[in-house]
């Protein structure tokens, strides 16, 4: 007979749910007064409350045995998972890095293991009710975060990372795409579920179309793909067991129990039924539209439109897919180096910066992710940590399989949830995952795991107090015990593991703001860096490498007194003298104590020599990484060591040719040094086209200091394309073209760099007046 539930049971139960309930409104919280405000809120939230629920959530376990998880073969392979990642980042490189991550990514083993505990109790506590409301709680927050992306695209809303793609308040365009893929599957869960209810169904098919255009509105290439490509399977599978499925809906809706021996084309059903032959017209219009937008990729209507673009312009050759193919063959011999448990999570720094491929110097300068889940679990765990985490998707999959064979799955269920681990999976090998993401993912394992033993009995113990109403004191003393006692340890843990890191980051954002501020002072700037400094937790190293980058525009303003500059530069430079004293080092952190301490030399030679140790040490870490070789050839260049300068600009130069930039360079530093030899080398290897505008200025200026306007004539032609609206860049070309006797394009050329800039009219009218003495060529 049915018992009633405890005061005790009762309230923690409910407060549990409460909490879990809760989660999936995350994604909507963006916490400005934090830095990563998309990432850092979501992240501190969702762990203070998992910790709090799964507090109460032992003295459950503790007093009932039906809340204990079964140890099932998915549970297994998710627990297996979290003990090969525990092991890895315990052993890696930088254990406090694995466990802590940053700010900016807010993961390691804190996140892992949260969301472990998250699925723990999702397995142990929910109920089917308690998944539908789970359900509509998810897809009711991703209509918000729609919403939201629909504004941005309407011009109510200024997407963070601007231009065309919309990125809502998940912050980013591609994990916006992921996060909403796996409620196109959702939608399609629950639009089976209520089928009945044709009022409900058309609401759902409506949120599916209106997150389909959002998700078209992301131009994310890998999400898209991914769910194109899957979906082809998905409908085959449809047209293939759709007597199956009409079958179990008929028998379900009149109580009878679907038939676990049902064949495919069973009963009435079999044939082409109108259900049937939708399936197939949608099936080929998935596969016709995609091709026929590739055919017609260069069309007008598809160049004009930036989403379609961006989306059917898929090319080998194209940067962003080169680099993917750089990154991951570095990943792959850094996987070899450590293929037992990788280096650890948090720790791909140490593998970009020893295995650094050269032809990445167009690209941004630091990766942290292989941008491939199984490059990424490669090196945060090794080949255990990729196999146990493809066998959580394995596992699932082989429960849907199952059950769908024992007739305990209905078909329409177990095609759905494996096209959506497929397609998650399938994303996946173009980007990485995010908590938005983590959260879904972790959530559909637990409801598989839920719907593969939704009628299996509780346990025998649990089941005969059931049956005779008998709960003993124990029982609940040691339940209230254990909730308590796990209380106080979150309790004690809340302020160290989550407090002092949001406060560092709030510090921070003050410390920042701080140079903004009318009449604040450089010192009161560096007290604000240490106030932050002084919560001592994982958020060092980003307020480190903020402090840097302010230290680099202090040591270049002529309006702060000397002394005020020398105090913050040394305290820059203390702080960073920490973070690279760590035995796993970061060769960016090398690299901005080593820019500080050269620029700082100018003024202060003592520095020099540390400037020098310091950008050694990172080239020796990182010897294929040019950026390095810069500052080191500047360094040598301004302590009267021209030839030390010229053989480390040759060096980076020779890494990479293609890189005009390091060539530049050399070039330069050769016309400085008067070496004619290695400038006549240097200019026939470096094409124009490739160099930006800072660096044209320049080399221009250079010649023309030289008395070289041969050579600065192509340089200024080039600063016209990219500076079109300069009227000083004009002006210069057109003197230049006009003493090589160019004088109609001279004419032109002077003529627009009046009509950019009228208060130039006399000296432009001097100057066509001068062009009729020169005889044209």
Known sequence: MYMQKSGFEQFTLWIIKIGLWSIPFLPLYV?????????????????????????????????????????TPLFKIVTIFIVVVFLADLFGPSPYRSFFSNYERMEGFMMIFHLYLYFVMLVSVFRARDWIIFFHATLLASLAVSYIGLMQKLGYRVSIQGGFRVDST??????????????????????????????????????????????????????????????????????WFWPRIVEERIRTASGVAPRADAAVGFGPYRGWSAGRKIAGAVLLLTIVVPFFFWQIRGSEFVQSNQALKRLVNYSLTETTIKSRFHIWGMSARAALERPILGWGQENYYLVFQKYFDPALFAQEPWFDR???????WLIHAGFPGILSYLGMIAVACWVVVRGIRRGSFPVWYGIVLASLFLTYLFQNFFVFDNLNTYLLFFAFLAFTEFFAHASVSVPAASARRVETGVETRSDLGRGILVGGAMLLVVAGLLYPLHIKPI?????????????????ATL???????????????????????QLSNMAR??????????????????????????????????????????????????????????????LLEAIRLSPTKQIIYFPLAQLYLSTGRADAALKTLRDAWNLDRSYHEAGANLLMIALLTGNAEVAA??????????????????????????????????????????????????????????????????????????????????QVEQFLEALKQIRPQ
């Open 31 to 71: 916490s400005s007064s934090m830095l990563f405000p998309f990432i850092t809120g979501k992240n501190f939230a969702f762990r203070i409350i998992i910790e709090i629920i799964f507090a109460l959530w032992s003295g459950l376990a503790a007093f009932r045995a039906e809340y204990r998880p079964r140890l």
């Open 170 to 239: 998940i912050g980013n365009p591609t994990y916006l795409a992921a996060y909403l893929l796996f409620h196109v599957w959702l939608l399609l869960l629950l639009m089976y579920r209520f089928w009945k209810k044709w009022w409900l169904v058309a609401l759902y098919g409506a949120a599916l179309l209106f997150e389909l255009a959002i998700l078209y509105f992301t131009a994310s290439r890998g999400p898209v793909l991914a769910l194109v490509i899957i979906l082809v399977p998905f409908l085959a599978s449809i047209v």
């Open 370 to 376: 292989s941008h491939n889940i199984v490059f990424d």
């Open 503 to 519: 406060r560092e980051s709030k510090a921070l954002i003050r410390a920042l703001s701080l140079p903004q501020q009318e009449g």
């Open 523 to 545: 010192a009161q700037v560096e007290s604000a860096f240490r106030e932050a400094l002084a919560y001592n937790s994982f958020g060092d190293t980003e307020v480190r490498e």
């Open 553 to 614: 525009g202090v040591i270049n303003s002529s309006s702060i007194p000397a002394e005020a500059q020398n105090a913050f530069l040394a305290f820059t430079v203390d702080e960073l003298k920490k973070e690279t004293a760590e035995p796993a080092k970061d060769v960016k952190h090398l690299l901005f104590l080593g820019t500080i301490l050269t620029a700082w030399a100018a003024s202060d030679p003592g520095r020099a020599q540390e400037a020098e140790a310091a």
């Open 681 to 762: 080398e240097a200019k026939d290897g470096v094409s124009l086209v490739h160099l930006n505008a800072d660096i044209l200025d320049r080399l221009g200026k250079l010649y023309r200091q030289m008395n070289d306007f041969n050579s600065a004539l192509p340089v200024y032609q080039q600063l016209v394309v990219l500076r079109p609206e300069s009227a000083d860049d004009r002006a210069v070309y057109a003197a230049l073209l006009g003493s090589s006797g160019h004088i109609d394009e001279a004419r032109f050329q002077a003529e627009e760099a009046l009509r950019i800039d009228p208060s130039l009219k006399s």
